[in-house]
């Protein structure tokens, strides 16, 4: 009486066409994901050279962050920033 009121078939048939659905959304999700990461670390090595070429943490000395940045455990203050844009880029 009440199995003619329920379509199994439409519903697993839907479930599946909504997994199809699904699977190219994540492979760009993926391709996009390692492409911003590329990106990410392209820019955290560039960051990081042209603060070493400024002489970034020598300011960062002078200014008497130096220690400070230190006790937080880096020993180099423009790896710190280069740090910080990386994360800001992902």
Known sequence: MFAA????AGGF?????DLIGFVPKIIMFLVVLVIGW???????KVVHTVLQKVG???MVD???????????GFADSGL???????????
Request: net charge positive; aromatic share 14%.
């Open 5 to 8: 009121d329920i379509d199994f």
């Open 13 to 17: 048939s839907d479930a599946f066409g």
């Open 38 to 44: 590329f990106i990410a670390r392209i820019i955290r």
């Open 56 to 58: 970034f943490d020598r």
């Open 62 to 72: 002078r200014a008497g962050l130096g220690g400070h940045i230190e006790r937080a």
């Open 80 to 90: 710190l920033l280069a740090k910080i844009v990386y994360f800001m880029i992902m």
